[in-house]
């Protein structure tokens, strides 16, 4: 099995700074990719940042300049600097991993989830 935990969200004020962070624990034979998408009341979970095992990034339009995903190998943990916070990055974030658990199988994880509220 392979749990991811999350950590690092909050109430933070507008122009603010919050760092996710997610570890991926388990039967964990190499990790494809680790990202993170964001879900609001009445709408889709859209995806904010991902980070492929090469180490090639993408983000969402919305957060490009503000956000930074990065990546401990060595310790299975991705993380998100968010930084120049907007009323509009509010919602819950979601830790997600596409992980190789053995030569065969790749399967999809998700975190529980932890909210990020920025006030205005």
């Known amino acids: 099995q392979v749990q991811l935990v999350e950590s690092g969200g909050g109430l933070v004020q507008a122009g603010g700074s919050l760092r996710l962070s997610c570890a991926a624990s388990?039967?964990?034979?190499?990790?494809?990719?680790m990202g993170w998408y964001r879900q609001v009341p009445g709408k889709q979970r859209e995806l904010v940042a991902i980070?492929?095992?090469?180490?090639?990034?993408k983000y969402v339009d919305s957060v490009k300049g503000r956000f930074t995903i990065s990546r401990d190998n060595a310790k299975n943990t991705v993380f998100l600097q968010m930084n120049s916070l907007k009323p509009e990055d509010t919602g819950v974030y979601y830790c997600?991993?596409?992980?190789?658990?053995?030569?065969?199988?790749?399967?999809?994880?998700w975190g529980q989830g932890t909210q990020v509220t920025v006030s205005s």
């Open positions: 388990g039967s964990i034979f190499s990790i494809n990719s």
């Open positions: 997600n991993a596409e992980i190789r658990v053995d030569v065969l199988r790749t399967n999809t994880y």
């Open positions: 980070i492929m095992g090469g180490g090639f990034t």
